[in-house]
């Protein structure tokens, strides 16, 4: 019935158009009756977290419910923008300027440490250094992003400048947008590739990595951690939970303090049938990654063979399939690109990011679990850092404390980690970026 929808491309999928390269693989590793780390989610974060304890010398075990490396490190746009998201929230206010710095600049060392971790396990993924344009939906937004600029450069020790309405078309082929910001602490990889390898990277060095299998519950008793799943009960030494966007499940959840304190929303992707060279090149100069300020963002990007657009965005705050959100996001697309509109679409797909109230990513242990999630959709360097770190302090390896540790978790009376609220927020939060944009 999709071929029919006019927008829809002769042989259109709804699933993620990085697994016509990289579709996860499926494993068929046993449960083993223990282990010595226990990681309760194949993401970015526990597959990092895994590589890293491996090269300390701990036994560790990934379980996933899916296949390793199904949900949002395959599925996200494939942006890496290090700790730009929280360098652009107002943290002392809270922390206080100098505990602001420590977060923002532990952050912002999540951009080179991806980068290393790519470069040292030889990990083929598309990776480049591109920068980013984020574009001012108002004219306010542009002075926002004005009075930030030099603390993003400042943080990220690379330059970001302002790029006036005049300039922008030497970084983005539009005029939708009243001007914007270019940072160069951005680059861009194919999200599967890199879920692929980094997977391929920490069984290479021993993690035992294990696909289907639901972990409902973790009890500890004495010394060793019960883990309860749909194959049967694992005992562990230490337990690891990074479920990030998936952490509420009613069929388990492994963690539900930690699912509490998340908020799992639906990002959606589309992929456009193959565009002649000349226009993604006139489309994205530079072939940067690209972002907008409203509330309720678009990003969107050339895919890494430069012959495809992918734009993804919050299509919907209600639950919504591939298929039904595809138009909102081409009509999205259309109005930054009209000479995109008889454009089709090959692909769409969602999955599951996860915000939380301060805005912050966290690692820490509550009641003897590590726990490692909140990227705020901006994961795939954060993610890769914050299990990097966890693993360090299950390990007692970490040579100083990370400033993301341990910081205040908050969540909110009654709040359970289903956000029912969402469509009342989203609706909110879309109609003041319609009064941002006529003020202007």
């Given at each position: 019935?999709?071929?029919?929808?006019?927008?829809?491309?002769?042989?259109?999928?709804?699933?993620?158009?990085?697994?016509?390269?990289?579709?996860?693989?499926?494993?068929?590793?046993?449960?083993?009756?223990?282990?010595?780390?226990?990681i309760v989610g194949g993401g970015y974060a526990g597959l990092s977290a895994a590589l890293t304890l491996r090269r300390l010398g701990h036994q560790v075990t990934v379980l996933d419910a899916e296949r390793i490396g199904w949900g949002a490190s395959s599925r996200n746009g494939g942006m890496v923008s290090g700790g730009l998201k929280v360098a652009s929230t107002g943290l002392a206010a809270t922390y206080g300027a100098e505990g602001a710095r420590r977060i923002?600049?532990?952050?912002?060392?999540?951009?080179?440490?991806?980068?290393?971790?790519?470069?040292?396990?030889g990990i083929d993924c598309d990776y480049v250094r591109c920068g980013r344009y984020l574009g001012a939906w108002s004219r306010g937004h542009y002075r926002a992003l004005e009075g930030r600029a030099a603390w993003i450069a400042e943080v990220t020790g690379l330059?970001?400048?302002?790029?006036?309405?005049?300039?922008?078309?030497?970084?983005?082929?539009s005029d939708h947008y009243h001007g914007g910001m270019a940072a160069a602490a951005t680059g861009s990889l194919h999200p599967g590739k890199y879920a692929r390898g980094l997977a391929a990277a920490a069984e290479a060095a021993g993690a035992h990595l294990v696909d289907g299998v639901r972990v409902a519950g973790v009890k500890q008793e004495g010394s060793l951690f019960r883990l309860a799943t749909d194959r049967g009960e694992v005992r562990a030494d230490a337990v690891l939970v990074a479920t990030n966007g998936y952490s509420k499940d009613p069929r388990g959840t492994a963690m539900p303090w930690l699912a509490r304190r998340l908020i799992?929303?639906?990002?959606?992707?589309?992929?456009?049938?193959?565009?002649?060279?000349?226009?993604?090149?006139?489309?994205?100069?530079?072939?940067?990654?690209?972002?907008d300020s409203k509330r309720v963002l678009n990003y969107f990007r050339p895919s890494p063979d430069g012959k495809r657009v992918l734009w993804g965005g919050r299509a919907s705050f209600r639950a919504a399939t591939a298929e039904q959100s595809a138009p909102t996001l081409h009509g999205y697309m259309t109005a930054t690109f009209p000479e995109l509109a008889k454009t089709r679409i090959t692909h769409a797909w969602t999955g599951n990011v996860a915000f939380t109230f301060d805005h912050l990513p966290h690692i820490g242990v509550q009641d003897g679990l590590h726990?490692?999630?909140?990227?705020?959709?901006?994961?795939?360097a954060m993610a890769t850092w914050l299990g990097h770190n966890v693993a360090l302090k299950l390990a007692g390896a970490a040579n100083e404390r990370?400033?993301?540790?341990?910081?205040?978790?908050?969540?909110?009376?009654?709040?359970?980690?289903?956000?029912?609220?969402?469509?009342?927020?989203?609706?909110?939060?879309?109609?003041?970026?319609?009064?941002?944009?006529?003020?202007?």
């Open positions: 019935m999709t071929d029919l929808h006019p927008l829809f491309a002769p042989g259109f999928k709804a699933r993620p158009w990085w697994w016509e390269a990289a579709e996860p693989t499926a494993r068929d590793n046993g449960l083993p009756d223990h282990t010595a780390v226990a923002t600049e532990a952050a912002a060392a999540s951009f080179p440490f991806i980068e290393e971790t790519i470069a040292r396990e330059p970001a400048e302002m790029v006036p309405p005049a300039r922008q078309r030497d970084y983005l082929g799992p929303l639906n990002s959606y992707i589309i992929a456009t049938e193959e565009l002649p060279a000349e226009t993604i090149d006139r489309l994205f100069p530079g072939r940067r990654m690209i972002s726990f490692a999630a909140g990227c705020q959709g901006s994961g795939v990370f400033a993301l540790d341990g910081l205040h978790f908050p969540t909110k009376p009654t709040y359970t980690g289903t956000p029912w609220f969402l469509p009342l927020i989203g609706g909110w939060y879309r109609l003041r970026d319609h009064i941002d944009r006529i003020a202007a």
